[in-house]
């Protein structure tokens, strides 16, 4: 089954690029839609954007001008890229798997990596 | 704001039943996937589609929808139910992933 890995740095000063890393295994990451997802400390679930399986790319509309999304097929690897941070951007960030049933317009994130925390502060 | 309306919380003695809703005009277009978060775990898929549950989700969660209101109903609510249930669409353009502000879940 497919399992997800986040990792990279937990601290990041303000102004600099937030880089993250999910490692896919257990799949070919060519084969399925990844996604970004962050969560502020004690508030909901914002969606980040994602990445289909023929490469191409999608961002919530309040991040696309900071964010790139994007993966590494030797390697099996998503990669997050957001710009210009500040401390609003501190949050624990997930990968998760995105499903679709094209047919039906069914779609649904499983499964999600465990998260990892990143503080931005100088 | 979240684009899709939850109640921020919601409690059921235990063994009862609970609907938690998720509202939104694009959920006349779209169904809702709902998924459970526990304290520093990372959220869980319970229902997708119409009324689909993962290998391994209990089959006291079950969901529905009608018109601009997704449901999700726990018959028979457990104390290891008690956790943040999150529901996520599309927008009305469809073209972006919507996500509900959460609902807490406390089982008394």
């Known amino acids: 089954q497919v399992q997800l890995q986040e990792s990279g740095p937990g601290l990041v000063k303000p102004s600099e690029t937030l880089s993250l890393t999910c490692t896919v295994s257990g799949g070919s990451i060519s084969s399925y839609s990844w996604s970004w997802i962050r969560q502020p400390p004690g508030k909901g679930l914002e969606w980040i954007g994602l990445?289909?399986?023929?490469?191409?790319?999608n961002y919530n509309p309040s991040l696309k001008s900071r964010v790139t999304i994007s993966v590494d097929t030797s390697k099996n690897h998503l990669s997050l890229r957001l710009g210009s941070v500040t401390a609003a951007d501190t949050a624990v960030y997930y990968c998760?798997?995105?499903?679709?049933?094209?047919?039906?317009?069914?779609?649904?994130?499983?499964?999600w990596g465990p998260g990892t925390l990143v503080t931005v502060s100088s | 704001s979240s684009e899709l309306t939850q109640d921020p919380a919601v409690s059921v003695a235990l063994g009862q039943t609970v609907r938690i809703t998720c509202q939104a005009d694009?959920?006349?277009?779209?169904?809702a996937s709902w998924y459970q978060q526990k304290p520093g775990q990372a959220p869980v898929v319970v229902i997708y589609?119409?009324?689909y549950r993962p290998s391994g989700i209990p089959d006291r969660f079950s969901g529905s929808s009608s018109g601009n209101t997704s449901s999700l109903t726990i018959t028979g609510a457990q104390a290891e139910d008690e956790a943040d249930y999150f529901c996520i669409s599309r927008d009305s353009s469809g073209n972006h992933v919507v996500f509900g502000g959460g609902t807490k879940l406390t089982v008394l």
């Open positions: 589609g119409i009324n």
């Open positions: 998760a798997r995105y499903q679709a049933n094209l047919l039906l317009e069914w779609y649904w994130f499983d499964p």
């Open positions: 990445i289909s399986n023929s490469g191409s790319t």
């Open positions: 694009s959920l006349r277009s779209y169904y």
